[in-house]
């Protein structure tokens, strides 16, 4: 058999090796995900408000990582004065984004997530019952109450993380962000802190269930003042927030 039949011979056996591997990986998912929520939500229940947020970053985050064969390289997390409140924004490539971020931050973090998430089961009720803040898109009239209670609990304390672009990228390029959450920050009067995340898109593509081992790289910006700022500046702090992620992803040479 000569070495290019040979070679095509391989394909179809690697193709086959890789979706059981993607089967096995998305039953481990789910499960490994459902066992830690109801796990987290009992702990809620029993009175603890921070833990279950944490339980989160030290075991359910490492645990997807770890069986997505995902390592994490980060950089900038020592520029970032974590004992204060903060608005997180990120890019956002993948739905591992969210395990990175969890499982890199040191201190409990909130996400700011699509109104949607609350039919999901498992995930919903663990995102309700942990304070996560939910905007519910095309809709006016419920949008202000929602940046309002979003605003309060940045000032009682909290870091919030938001994905401004409101989707996965698709191709990595970074889009338009919007200013929802930049708002937020303006009138809690909190630092917002730029996340550009790489690699994450190639270990779980934004569509469909496809788990490749790789790398996915973490950088954590220097945080942007928001003293001064007015509510009609949100969408100017948008846009330096967007450029300051694609500075993250693209350093000029020598950076």
Not at 29 to 55: H, K, N
Not at 181 to 209: D, R, W
Request: glycine share 10%; net charge positive.
């Amino acid at each position: 058999m000569s070495v290019v039949g040979s070679r095509a011979g391989q394909w179809p056996l690697r193709h086959a090796a890789w979706a059981v591997f993607n089967a096995l990986q998305l039953v481990f998912t789910l499960a490994w995900t459902a066992g830690w929520i109801c796990l987290a939500l009992l702990v809620r229940l029993l009175g603890a408000r921070r833990l279950p947020l944490r339980m989160a970053a030290r075991c359910w985050a490492p645990g997807l990582l770890g069986g997505a064969g995902a390592r994490l390289d980060v950089a900038g997390l020592e520029g970032v004065d974590w004992s204060r409140p903060l608005v997180l924004v990120a890019n956002h490539q993948s739905v591992i984004d969210a395990c990175a971020l969890f499982r890199v931050v040191p201190t409990p973090l909130r996400f700011v997530l699509k109104q949607e998430m609350t039919r999901m089961p498992f995930v919903g009720w663990y995102a309700r019952c942990m304070g996560m803040v939910f905007i519910e898109r095309g809709s006016a009239r419920s949008s202000p109450q929602r940046l309002r209670e979003a605003v309060e609990l940045v000032r009682g304390g909290a870091q919030l993380c938001a994905f401004p672009e409101g989707t996965r990228s698709r191709d990595g390029s970074v889009g338009p962000f919007k200013g929802g959450v930049l708002q937020v920050a303006i009138a809690a009067g909190v630092p917002v802190v730029p996340v550009a995340i790489s690699g994450s898109g190639a270990v779980l593509p934004s569509a469909g269930f496809r788990v490749r081992p790789g790398t996915i790289r973490l950088r954590f910006g220097t945080p942007i003042a928001t003293t001064g700022l007015q509510v009609e500046d949100r969408n100017r702090l948008a846009r330096q927030a967007r450029e300051a992620v694609i500075d993250l992803l693209h350093p000029a040479p020598g950076r």
